[in-house]
Structure formats: C-alpha cells, structure tokens
C-alpha cells in the first residue's frame, strides 16, 4: 500500500510500461475537466444575461405603468376642456341635436 501511494506521488505510472494507457486517460479526464468548466462559465453568463434581463423588464414594465397612468390624466375630460379653452374654443351652450334620415323605398 505504502509503495503504491509512493509511486503515484513519484509520478512512476507516467512512465512504466504500460504508461500510454495512463496518459491517454489523463488527456480524456483533463479534456472532460476542461468541459466541465466551459460549461459552467456558459451557465453563468446565461444566468447574468437572464438576470439583467429580468432587471431592464422590471424598469420596462413600471415606465409601461407610469405612462399609462399619464395618458389616463391627459384624456380626462377636464383636462381636455382645458387645452381646448387655452385654444380659444369653448364648449357648445346648444346641445347637439340626433338626425334621423328615412330612406324612401
């Protein structure tokens, strides 16, 4: 056991007979390493992107909201008598009158 560990810690497996079985496994365990390493960046950066997606939909949506409420105030009938008044026009003291046309067949 004891000269096991030792010739691990010695590096003796690169290099003994049957080495290029070794080294093949080390090149498929550091090329799966290195894989997994690519792939958990690209996570990361998609979990960020999402992130600040989510953040710019956030801000999107309450200037949505504030917008809307403003479009509310300005097409209230208040304010639109008082934009048309600075105009110069003024509301109709005669009410409108509904014509009614028959047709003559």
Known sequence: MKKGVLDILKGK??????????????????FLAALMISSSHQ?????T????LNEEVRALR????SNRQELQQ?????????????NG???SAVPP?????KSQE
């Open 62 to 65: 309450s200037e949505f909201v």
């Open 74 to 86: 300005l097409r209230l009938e208040s304010n639109l008598r008082a934009v048309v008044v600075e």
């Open 13 to 30: 497996f690169l290099v003994s007979g049957d080495a290029p079985k070794n080294w093949l496994f080390l090149l498929f365990a550091s």
């Open 89 to 91: 026009l003024r509301p």
């Open 49 to 52: 992107k999402i992130s600040k």
């Open 43 to 47: 996570a990361d950066k998609k979990v």
């Open 97 to 101: 009158k509904k014509i009614i046309v």
